[in-house]
């Protein structure tokens, strides 16, 4: 699933920008939107979206490890990301697959505690998430007329040249099969 454009803006919001390294409120060298652990100097905003970009896929793996059991819609997933972006998972959350999604809604504003203080900002960005997560996912768009095309027609198009050859080609297609995704998701 992707991450939606909500999630990723309340983890900028909530994780903030910093290109010079810094200890988080537990001690942890942090830089970028968040990134923990940080062994460098100071980074370019290029950097630092990548290096958001690398924490979300993680983020992402520990939220799909439940998704065939859940059936996350988009909204729910995003404010999922953006809480193992911050925590490192969901299995407490989710008391490993044996919560109700609405005990998982019941659950997420506890989470607001780091190094044993109540944090105001973690009270804020559970807040947001939770808003987030009890947000009606929007439909999905339908299937453009090019997206209904069978994989063949993808394939003959690759044989004939169409997107070129090598890297190109690898390029061009990853560029073209991108942009149906976005479409998509944009509607």
């Known amino acids: ?3 939606n454009k909500e999630s990723i803006e309340i983890i900028k919001r909530y994780e903030g920008l910093r290109l010079v390294p810094y200890k988080d409120p537990v001690g942890i060298v942090t830089v970028g939107y968040g990134h ?3 062994k460098g100097g100071s980074i370019t905003l290029q ?3 990548e290096l958001l970009m690398e924490d979300i896929a993680k983020a992402q793996i520990q939220v799909d490890k439940y998704q065939k059991k859940y059936g996350f819609n988009s909204n729910q997933y995003g404010a999922l990301v953006s809480f193992a972006f911050n925590i490192g998972n969901i299995d407490q959350l989710t008391a490993k697959g044996t919560r109700s999604i609405k005990e998982i809604e019941k659950h997420i504003p ?3 505690k780091a190094g044993g203080k109540t944090l105001p900002g973690l ?3 559970r807040n947001a998430e939770l808003e987030l997560f009890k947000k009606a996912a929007p439909a999905a768009a339908a299937p453009s007329e090019e997206e209904k095309k069978p994989i063949s027609a993808i394939i003959d198009r690759v044989i004939a040249g169409e997107f070129g050859n090598g890297e190109a080609r ?6 073209y099969i991108q942009g ?3 479409k998509r998701i944009k509607g």
Do not use: Q
């Open 1 to 3: 699933m992707v991450v």
């Open 36 to 38: 923990s652990g940080w």
């Open 47 to 49: 950097k630092a979206e």
């Open 110 to 112: 506890a989470y607001c």
């Open 123 to 125: 009270v804020s960005r």
């Open 170 to 175: 690898k390029k061009n297609l990853y560029n």
């Open 180 to 182: 149906l995704v976005n």
